[in-house]
DNA sequence: AAGACCGATGTTTTT
DNA sequence: CATCGGTCTT
C-alpha cells in the first residue's frame, strides 16, 4: 500500500508511516464503516490506533473534538493522549474525549444526565461505600449477613446492572437471588438518596439516557462521528450498547481487541460481543495484526499451544521475525518459598553477572496472596521491587477517611461518607446518638446531614451527646464556607488540622502508623498535582472523580529499576525481557473455582496465554509440591496448561539451574561438577560472618573449590572453599 | 463512649 | 494467618 497524499500532511508522522507493515497500515488507514481490528499480543496495538486517530485529524481532517476514543484504563487514555499530541500537537488533541467507559459516562451523565433525575454534583461509590449500602439494607430487612454474604449479594446486584436489568424487573431463580431482588431496590434508593452512582451506574444510566432520551443521544451522536474503543473483548453489554448508539448515526465504529486476552468475563465483559461483531455489522472491515514485534517464537508458539485448545476463538496466530529464542523453563520446587528464593537468586546473579537490571524482571501469580512470601525472601535479598495491585492505596483506610470528609464537604446528602467519619477521629457521638440521627433522618425522609442540622434533634439527645454533634455540625459548616475559594490541598490540610487527623492515629514509633501518615501525606501529593494540573478548575468535584476512577496499575512506575511483582490480570498489556510465571499448579492455575466449568477453564487458559506473552526474550515457570493456603499446607499438582506446551518449546530445570542463570548464548545450563565435591550448586551454608546463604557456583580449582554463595544479609561473595569455614546445612 | 481483647471466619481476578 | 466483627472492661 502506497501512503496517500494526505499522509504526506501528517508533520513527524512520515517516518512512523514507514515502519508500519501492510496490516498495520489498513488499520490505519481504512475509511468510513464499521472497522474490526483483531491486534495480537505484541502487535502494535497501541501505535495502530494512535496513528489512525492522527491520521482522521491531520490526513482527513476530522476536527479532534468529533473523535471519541475509549480505553479500559485511565493509564491507556493518558498513553494515547500523549502519544497523539507527539503526532499532531497538543492544541488539537485538547478537544478530544478520550477515556475510560466509566469517566465517559461520568461526564455525559454530569452533562446531560438531568432528564434521569440525575444530580450533576452526584458523587461515584466505590466497592466500599457499596458494600455499606448492601450492609445497612441487610439490616433494615433483618437479614443475616452470615448467611448472606454482603459481597456475593454486590455481585449479583453488579451482574443485573450490566445487563441493564432495574430493580422492578429483576427475576429471582432461587432462594439466594430471591433475597437479592429483595435487596436490590432498597440498594438503589439508598445510593439515590445519597445522590450518588454507583461503577455499574454509570454505564446503565448513560444506556437509559440514550434510549428514553432521544434527543439527548442525538446530541452526541451529531458531535461523534468517529468511535473508537480499545480492548473490546473486555466490553460488557452495557458498554457495548453505548458504543452502538454513539456512533450509530454516522457509523464510524473502529473496534481493537484480542479475544485470546479476554479475562474479564467475571466482571460482566462478554468474548461473544468480539466475536459476533462481524454478525452484527455484516459490512464490518477485518484486520488482523498479527505479527508480534515483543516476544521471540518459541514463545509464542508455547502460548499459542495453550489457548489454541480454547473452542471459542477466532482462528490466528502470531509470528516473530525474532526466529531464534530459548525455551521456556518449567522448574519445581518444593514449597512457596524455595520457589521465591529461587527466583531471588537467579535475578540477584543475573544482575550481577550478566549485566541484567532489575527493571527487567516481573514476577506474575495468579491471586495476590502469593506476593508476600516474594515480598518477604525478597526483602532478605535486598532485591529491590514493588507490588501492582493488592489494598489499592485509595481503598486504604486512612485515605478514604480523609476522602470521606472531602466527600461530606462536596456533597452533605453522602450518607455513606458521613457515617464514616462522624465519629472518627472519636468525638463522642457513639452508636447510640448515630442511631437517633438516622431515626430522625428516616421520619422525616431526609439526609443524615439535614437531620443534623433539623431543630427537632436537640430534644432527642441528651445535652452532653448533642454538643458533640453540634461541635461536628459547625466542623463541616466551617468547612464547607472554604470549598468555594480553597484549592483542594488547602481544603485537604485544614481537614486535617481541624480534626488533628494525623495526630489522632497514634503513636508515631508505631511502623503501621507511620505508614498510614506516609499515605495521607501521599494524597496531599496527588492534591497539590490535581490542583496545579489542567483539571484544577473543576475544583473539588473534579478531584473526587478523577480519585474515585482511577486503577491501581495506573500508578506502575516504569522509571525506577525494581523487579514488578502483580498478578497477571495487572499485567495485560505491559512488557518485560525476563517473566517469571510462579504457582503454575492445578487448583492455582488454573483456579479451583475455575475448574469445574468449560467457560472459565477457557478463560484460565487466556489468562496463561497473556501470562506468558508479557516476555521478551525468557520466560521461567515454576509450580511447588506443597503449597500452604492460609495454614494448611497441601500436595499440589502441575498445571494442566504446562502439558499443552510441546517438548520442543520447554525445558525442565532442577531449582539450582534455575537459581544459577547462565549467559544466554549457553542453551543447557551446566551442571556444577558433583562426584567427590563436598560442595554442591544449591547447598544451604553457614559463614561465620554473613550468616546463611546459599551456593550458586562450584568451580574446581588446583586443590580447592572456588564457591559462589549467595548470602541473604551480606550479598554474592566468592569465596575459596579451603579457606572459608563454611558449615553445611540440611 | 472508647478501647482492649478474643474468637470466629473467610480469602480470584478489579474498571 | 490476619483481618474483621463482636464482646467485655474501663
Same mark, same amino acid.
Given at each position: 500500500?502506497?501512503?496517500?497524499?494526505?499522509?504526506?500532511?501528517?508533520?513527524?508522522?512520515?517516518?512512523?508511516?514507514?515502519?508500519?507493515?501492510?496490516?498495520?497500515?489498513?488499520?490505519?488507514?481504512?475509511?468510513?464503516?464499521?472497522?474490526?481490528?483483531?491486534?495480537?499480543?505484541?502487535?502494535?496495538?497501541?501505535?495502530?490506533?494512535?496513528?489512525?486517530?492522527?491520521?482522521?485529524?491531520?490526513?482527513?481532517?476530522?476536527?479532534?473534538?468529533?473523535?471519541?476514543?475509549?480505553?479500559?484504563?485511565?493509564?491507556?487514555? =493518558?498513553?494515547?493522549?500523549?502519544?497523539?499530541?507527539?503526532?499532531?500537537?497538543?492544541?488539537?488533541?485538547?478537544?478530544?474525549?478520550?477515556?475510560?467507559?466509566?469517566?465517559?459516562?461520568?461526564?455525559?451523565?454530569?452533562?446531560?444526565?438531568?432528564?434521569?433525575?440525575?444530580?450533576?454534583?452526584?458523587?461515584?461509590?466505590?466497592?466500599?461505600?457499596?458494600?455499606?449500602?448492601?450492609?445497612?439494607?441487610?439490616?433494615?430487612?433483618?437479614?443475616?449477613?452470615?448467611?448472606?454474604? +454482603?459481597?456475593?449479594?454486590?455481585?449479583?446486584?453488579?451482574?443485573?446492572?450490566?445487563?441493564?436489568?432495574?430493580?422492578?424487573?429483576?427475576?429471582?431463580?432461587?432462594?439466594?437471588?430471591?433475597?437479592?431482588?429483595?435487596?436490590? +431496590?432498597?440498594?438503589?434508593?439508598?445510593?439515590?438518596?445519597?445522590?450518588?452512582?454507583?461503577?455499574?451506574?454509570?454505564?446503565?444510566?448513560?444506556?437509559?439516557?440514550?434510549?428514553?432520551?432521544?434527543?439527548?443521544?442525538?446530541?452526541?451522536?451529531?458531535?461523534?462521528?468517529?468511535?473508537?474503543?480499545?480492548?473490546?473483548?473486555?466490553?460488557?453489554?452495557?458498554?457495548?450498547?453505548?458504543?452502538?448508539?454513539?456512533?450509530?448515526?454516522?457509523?464510524?465504529?473502529?473496534?481493537?481487541?484480542?479475544?485470546?486476552?479476554?479475562?474479564?468475563?467475571?466482571?460482566?465483559?462478554?468474548?461473544?460481543?468480539?466475536?459476533?461483531?462481524?454478525?452484527?455489522?455484516?459490512?464490518?472491515?477485518?484486520?488482523?495484526?498479527?505479527?508480534?514485534?515483543?516476544?521471540?517464537?518459541?514463545?509464542?508458539?508455547?502460548?499459542?499451544?495453550?489457548?489454541?485448545?480454547?473452542?471459542?476463538?477466532?482462528?490466528?496466530?502470531?509470528?516473530?521475525?525474532?526466529?531464534?529464542?530459548?525455551?521456556?523453563?518449567?522448574?519445581?520446587?518444593?514449597?512457596?518459598?524455595?520457589?521465591?528464593?529461587?527466583?531471588?537468586?537467579?535475578?540477584?546473579?543475573?544482575?550481577?553477572?550478566?549485566?541484567?537490571?532489575?527493571?527487567?524482571?516481573?514476577?506474575?501469580?495468579?491471586?495476590?496472596?502469593?506476593?508476600?512470601?516474594?515480598?518477604?525472601?525478597?526483602? =532478605?535479598?535486598?532485591?529491590?521491587?514493588?507490588?501492582?495491585?493488592?489494598?489499592?492505596?485509595?481503598?486504604?483506610?486512612?485515605?478514604?477517611?480523609?476522602?470521606?470528609?472531602?466527600?461530606?464537604?462536596?456533597?452533605?446528602?453522602?450518607?455513606?461518607?458521613?457515617?464514616?467519619?462522624?465519629?472518627?477521629?472519636?468525638?463522642?457521638?457513639?452508636?447510640?446518638?448515630?442511631?437517633?440521627?438516622?431515626?430522625?433522618?428516616?421520619?422525616?425522609?431526609?439526609?443524615?446531614?439535614?437531620?443534623?442540622?433539623?431543630?427537632?434533634?436537640?430534644?432527642?439527645?441528651?445535652?452532653?451527646?448533642?454538643?458533640?454533634?453540634?461541635?461536628?455540625?459547625?466542623?463541616?459548616?466551617?468547612?464547607?464556607?472554604?470549598?468555594?475559594?480553597?484549592?483542594?490541598?488547602?481544603?485537604?490540610?485544614?481537614?486535617?488540622?481541624?480534626?488533628?487527623?494525623?495526630?489522632?492515629?497514634?503513636?508515631?514509633?508505631?511502623?503501621?502508623?507511620?505508614?498510614?501518615?506516609? =499515605?495521607?501525606?501521599?494524597?496531599?501529593?496527588?492534591?497539590?498535582?490535581?490542583?496545579?494540573?489542567?483539571?484544577?478548575?473543576?475544583?473539588?468535584?473534579?478531584?473526587?472523580?478523577?480519585?474515585?476512577?482511577?486503577?491501581?496499575?495506573?500508578?506502575?512506575?516504569?522509571?525506577?529499576?525494581?523487579?514488578?511483582?502483580?498478578?497477571?490480570?495487572?499485567?495485560?498489556?505491559?512488557?518485560?525481557?525476563?517473566?517469571?510465571?510462579?504457582?503454575?499448579?492445578?487448583?492455582?492455575?488454573?483456579?479451583?473455582?475455575?475448574?469445574?466449568?468449560?467457560? =472459565?477453564?477457557?478463560?484460565?487458559?487466556?489468562?496463561?496465554?497473556?501470562?506468558?506473552?508479557?516476555?521478551?526474550?525468557?520466560?521461567?515457570?515454576?509450580?511447588?509440591?506443597?503449597?500452604?493456603?492460609?495454614?494448611?499446607?497441601?500436595?499440589?499438582?502441575?498445571?494442566?496448561?504446562?502439558?499443552?506446551?510441546?517438548?520442543?518449546?520447554?525445558?525442565?530445570?532442577?531449582?539450582?539451574?534455575?537459581?544459577?542463570?547462565?549467559?544466554?548464548?549457553?542453551?543447557?545450563?551446566?551442571?556444577? +561438577?558433583?562426584?567427590?565435591?563436598?560442595?554442591?550448586?544449591?547447598?544451604?551454608?553457614?559463614?561465620?560472618?554473613?550468616?546463611?546463604?546459599?551456593?550458586?557456583?562450584?568451580?574446581?580449582?588446583?586443590?580447592?573449590?572456588?564457591?559462589?554463595?549467595?548470602? +541473604?544479609?551480606?550479598?554474592?561473595?566468592?569465596?575459596?572453599?579451603?579457606?572459608?569455614?563454611?558449615?553445611?546445612?540440611?
Amino acid at each position: 500500500m502506497i501512503p496517500c497524499t494526505i499522509c504526506r500532511k501528517m508533520v513527524g508522522a512520515m517516518d512512523e508511516w514507514q515502519t508500519l507493515n501492510e496490516a498495520q497500515r489498513e488499520a490505519v488507514s481504512y475509511g468510513e464503516g464499521p472497522l474490526l481490528i483483531f491486534a495480537g499480543a505484541g502487535s502494535g496495538k497501541t501505535r495502530v490506533l494512535t496513528m489512525r486517530i492522527a491520521h482522521l485529524i491531520s490526513a482527513r481532517g476530522v476536527s479532534p473534538r468529533r473523535i471519541l476514543a475509549v480505553t479500559f484504563t485511565n493509564k491507556a487514555a =493518558n498513553e494515547m493522549r500523549e502519544r497523539i499530541e507527539q503526532l499532531v500537537g497538543s492544541a488539537q488533541v485538547r478537544q478530544m474525549w478520550v477515556g475510560t467507559f466509566h469517566a465517559i459516562c461520568a461526564r455525559i451523565l454530569r452533562e446531560s444526565g438531568r432528564p434521569l433525575g440525575i444530580d450533576p454534583e452526584f458523587v461515584v461509590f466505590d466497592e466500599d461505600d457499596q458494600l455499606s449500602v448492601v450492609k445497612e439494607v441487610l439490616k433494615l430487612l433483618d437479614i443475616d449477613e452470615k448467611r448472606f454474604a +454482603p459481597r456475593s449479594i454486590l455481585n449479583f446486584i453488579s451482574r443485573a446492572k450490566e445487563k441493564l436489568i432495574p430493580p422492578h424487573l429483576y427475576t429471582p431463580v432461587d432462594y439466594f437471588t430471591q433475597i437479592v431482588g429483595r435487596v436490590y +431496590p432498597h440498594y438503589q434508593e439508598r445510593l439515590e438518596a445519597c445522590h450518588a452512582l454507583d461503577f455499574d451506574d454509570l454505564l446503565m444510566k448513560t444506556v437509559q439516557l440514550f434510549e428514553q432520551h432521544p434527543d439527548v443521544l442525538e446530541r452526541y451522536q451529531k458531535r461523534f462521528l468517529y468511535v473508537l474503543v480499545d480492548e473490546f473483548q473486555d466490553v460488557n453489554q452495557a458498554q457495548y450498547r453505548i458504543v452502538k448508539h454513539l456512533s450509530a448515526m454516522h457509523r464510524n465504529l473502529c473496534v481493537v481487541g484480542d479475544d485470546d486476552q479476554s479475562i474479564y468475563s467475571w466482571r460482566g465483559a462478554d468474548v461473544g460481543i468480539i466475536l459476533s461483531f462481524e454478525r452484527d455489522f455484516p459490512d464490518a472491515h477485518v484486520v488482523k495484526l498479527e505479527q508480534n514485534y515483543r516476544s521471540t517464537q518459541p514463545i509464542l508458539d508455547a502460548a499459542f499451544h495453550v489457548v489454541q485448545k480454547n473452542a471459542r476463538r477466532a482462528p490466528k496466530r502470531l509470528w516473530s521475525e525474532k526466529r531464534d529464542g530459548l525455551p521456556i523453563t518449567v522448574t519445581e520446587v518444593q514449597h512457596e518459598r524455595e520457589e521465591a528464593m529461587v527466583v531471588a537468586q537467579h535475578i540477584a546473579l543475573s544482575v550481577q553477572q550478566l549485566g541484567r537490571k532489575y527493571g527487567d524482571f516481573v514476577v506474575l501469580y495468579r491471586t495476590n496472596a502469593q506476593s508476600r512470601t516474594f515480598e518477604e525472601v525478597f526483602l =532478605n535479598y535486598r532485591i529491590p521491587y514493588q507490588i501492582v495491585g493488592g489494598v489499592r492505596f485509595y481503598q486504604r483506610k486512612e485515605v478514604k477517611d480523609v476522602l470521606a470528609y472531602l466527600r461530606v464537604i462536596q456533597s452533605p446528602s453522602d450518607d455513606v461518607s458521613l457515617l464514616r467519619i462522624i465519629n472518627v477521629p472519636t468525638r463522642g457521638i457513639g452508636l447510640q446518638t448515630v442511631e437517633v440521627i438516622r431515626q430522625l433522618a428516616a421520619e422525616q425522609g431526609i439526609s443524615l446531614w439535614e437531620a443534623i442540622e433539623h431543630p427537632d434533634l436537640s430534644n432527642r439527645l441528651t445535652m452532653r451527646a448533642y454538643s458533640a454533634v453540634v461541635a461536628f455540625r459547625d466542623l463541616i459548616r466551617y468547612l464547607r464556607t472554604l470549598r468555594e475559594k480553597s484549592s483542594v490541598t488547602d481544603l485537604l490540610n485544614e481537614v486535617l488540622k481541624r480534626t488533628d487527623y494525623l495526630q489522632r492515629l497514634g503513636d508515631t514509633r508505631d511502623p503501621e502508623v507511620q505508614s498510614r501518615v506516609e =499515605n495521607v501525606r501521599e494524597l496531599l501529593t496527588a492534591t497539590q498535582q490535581f490542583d496545579a494540573g489542567p483539571e484544577a478548575e473543576r475544583g473539588l468535584a473534579g478531584f473526587l472523580e478523577s480519585v474515585a476512577l482511577v486503577a491501581d496499575v495506573d500508578s506502575l512506575q516504569e522509571s525506577s529499576d525494581r523487579v514488578t511483582l502483580m498478578t497477571v490480570h495487572a499485567a495485560k498489556g505491559l512488557e518485560f525481557p525476563v517473566v517469571f510465571l510462579v504457582g503454575m499448579e492445578e487448583g492455582l492455575f488454573p483456579h479451583i473455582r475455575a475448574i469445574n466449568d468449560d467457560p =472459565n477453564v477457557e478463560e484460565e487458559r487466556r489468562l496463561c496465554y497473556v501470562a506468558i506473552t508479557r516476555a521478551k526474550e525468557r520466560v521461567h515457570i515454576t509450580h511447588a509440591r506443597l503449597r500452604s493456603v492460609f495454614g494448611t499446607t497441601s500436595g499440589m499438582f502441575e498445571s494442566r496448561f504446562l502439558h499443552d506446551i510441546p517438548e520442543g518449546l520447554r525445558l525442565t530445570w532442577s531449582p539450582a539451574e534455575l537459581a544459577h542463570p547462565l549467559p544466554a548464548a549457553q542453551p543447557a545450563p551446566q551442571v556444577a +561438577p558433583r562426584t567427590q565435591d563436598a560442595y554442591r550448586v544449591g547447598q544451604r551454608v553457614r559463614h561465620h560472618k554473613f550468616g546463611e546463604g546459599v551456593i550458586m557456583k562450584c568451580e574446581p580449582q588446583t586443590d580447592d573449590h572456588l564457591l559462589t554463595v549467595v548470602f +541473604p544479609n551480606a550479598g554474592i561473595k566468592q569465596l575459596l572453599a579451603s579457606i572459608a569455614k563454611l558449615e553445611k546445612l540440611s
